[in-house]
T-cell receptor
Framework: GNSVTQMEGPVTLSEEAFLTINCTYT??????LFWYVQYPGEGLQLLLK?????DKGSNKGFEATYRKETTSFHLEKGSVQVSDSAVYFC???????????FGAGTRLFVKA | KAGVTQTPRYLIKTRGQQVTLSCSPI?????VSWYQQTPGQGLQFLFE???????NKGNFPGRFSGRQFSNSRSEMNVSTLELGDSALYLC??????????????FGQGTRLTVV
């Protein structure tokens, strides 16, 4: 079945460091791919998305490229801020199942 | 445009009781889905509704049920609460219709604590 695997955390970085959170997926067909972010005490916010191979999603300095050949959708940011501290979820749309399938989440801590 | 609204935000219930959670989707969205989030299991899919019909259900016991009204608002109910039902319950709405399913927009969740 469809699944998402993302790197385990926590990830701890200093402010202005480069961020990469790895995500790979298994899916039949051509799902859309997403990154969601969850701040403490909050629900999930859609951070970015890509709907087809080679699409690059971007938002707030974060980027991820839909790589069909490697079934990956890695999240990157060139310079993180303390305010980026949160849990990040990689996800895919299971169109036939009318649901979103999530990875386990990666907690990011950014130190000043 | 207002986002997904979940009520209440916090609930404390006793084992054996039942609870009803409410979700109002983004205006115009007809698909509503529910997820349970716990530290141990992560985000798990409960069910999805579209035009008052349940189209899919996750692997949860029958104590978990839901429904959707004609205005797309949805409720989920948990009967005979157990300690393990303590979780953040997230509702999401999606603009997809018919056979399509696109990105989900989440509410802030209802934090349920069972004591």
């Amino acid at each position: 079945g469809n699944s998402v695997t993302q790197m385990e955390g926590p990830v701890t970085l200093s402010e202005e460091a480069f961020l990469t959170i790895n995500c790979t997926y298994t899916a039949t067909g051509y799902p859309s791919l997403f990154w969601y972010v969850q701040y403490p005490g909050e629900g999930l916010q859609l951070l970015l998305k890509a709907t087809k191979a080679d699409d690059k999603g971007s938002n707030k300095g974060f980027e991820a490229t839909y790589r069909k050949e490697t079934t990956s959708f890695h999240l990157e940011k060139g310079s993180v801020q303390v305010s980026d501290s949160a849990v990040y979820f990689c996800a895919l749309s299971d169109t036939g199942g009318f649901k979103t399938i999530f990875g386990a989440g990666t907690r990011l801590f950014v130190k000043a | 445009k207002a986002g997904v609204t979940q009520t209440p935000r916090y609930l404390i219930k006793t084992r054996g009781q039942q609870v009803t959670l409410s979700c109002s989707p983004i205006s115009g969205h007809r698909s509503v889905s529910w997820y349970q989030q716990t530290p141990g299991q992560g985000l798990q899919f409960l069910f999805e509704y579209f035009s008052e019909t349940q189209r899919n259900k996750g692997n949860f016991p029958g104590r978990f049920s839901g429904r959707q009204f004609s205005n797309s608002r949805s409720e989920m109910n948990v009967s005979t609460l157990e300690l393990g039902d303590s979780a953040l319950y997230l509702c999401a709405s999606s603009p997809g219709g018919g056979e399509t399913y696109t990105e989900a927009f989440f509410g802030q969740g209802t934090r349920l604590t069972v004591v």
